[in-house]
Each structure stands twice: as structure tokens, then as C-alpha cells.
């Protein structure tokens, strides 16, 4: 497969499992290139309360996406729930853009503050890969388009639940 060198912008061929060094001096690796990359989701406020409420539907599932080390979520969310799990990665948003501000859902709710800064920290951040959440309006946010558009190569962008997640990520 032939893959653009990102320094000089130089079309190479690269063979499965091999790595290559292109003639401005930068080192391209298979694995880097295609191999395959674990990314971060964000989490919303809905799955920390359902897994501190033990809620008997979704609290199971919550629980097991909390432990998991594949997962971080934003600064306005620790502050509405005050306990997440010791160690998890805690985004900050510096400023929410005014292309954010005007998403709207195709119903009578308006985007809350939470799910803005969400989408933010996925336009800002090229690893975060998905957002779990129990919002059913969430989706028609995170699809409209602007998560793929501004961000790097989020095309298969995750929006879901925990029960989603954990079949999609652990194949349960």
C-alpha cells in the first residue's frame, strides 16, 4: 500500500509489516500507519449516575465501561457528579466553538452544556474515537456531521451506549 510521508508529503509504498524510511529522513511503520489504533471514548454524566444509582437495567454495563482503561470524559461532567474513578483521564475544554454552539437536534431539546463540551473535546482531540451515552438525542448531535468533518480520520465515529460499547470494544 502506498502511504503519504507526513513530513514531506511524498507518496511511498509501504508492505505489510515492514517499516521504511523515506528519503527526507522520517521513519514510517506499518503498524503506525494501518495497524490497529485503540482510541479514547468519552463518557457522559448519564453512565457515572446509572453506575453509582445501580440502576438495574443499565448499572452492570455502566460499571464495566467505568473500569475500563479505554475511556476518559470532560471537565463539566466531574463537575456535575463529583466521583469518578481514580486515575481517569479528565479533558479540559478551553473554549466551545461557535459551530458548536449552533448544533441543534431534530427535536424541541437544545444541546446541554455537557454534551457541547463532548463534542468539542472529540473535534480537539484525534484519539477520541466515540462517546458512550444513553441520550437517544445525542446521536442526531455527534452525526450531524461536525465530529468528522473537523477532526482527522473519525470516520466510523462511535456514538452508543454502554451495552454498545462493551459488544462492539470486548465483544461481549
Partial sequence: MKITCPECKRRI???KSRSIKCPCGHVLKYEDC???????????ANI???????DPMRGEFCREVINDK???TVETVVKEIHDIR?????YKVKEISDE?????TNSMKKPSLHDL???QVAIDNPEVVGIITYDTDFGKIASAGIVRSKSGYKDNFFVGNAEDYLKKVKKR
Avoid: T, W
Avoid at 490497529?36 to 457522559?44: F, S
Avoid at 481514580?86 to 479528565?90: F, R, S
Avoid at 458548536?100 to 441543534?104: E, W
Fill in 48 to 54: 457515572f449516575i446509572y453506575a453509582q444509582n445501580e
Fill in 70 to 72: 479505554h475511556v476518559a
Fill in 34 to 44: 494501518y495497524g490497529k489504533k485503540e482510541g479514547i471514548y468519552l463518557l457522559d
Fill in 13 to 15: 509504498k509501504l508492505r
Fill in 117 to 119: 463540551s463532548l463534542v
Fill in 100 to 104: 458548536v454552539k449552533d448544533l441543534k
Fill in 86 to 90: 481514580p486515575g481517569m483521564h479528565v
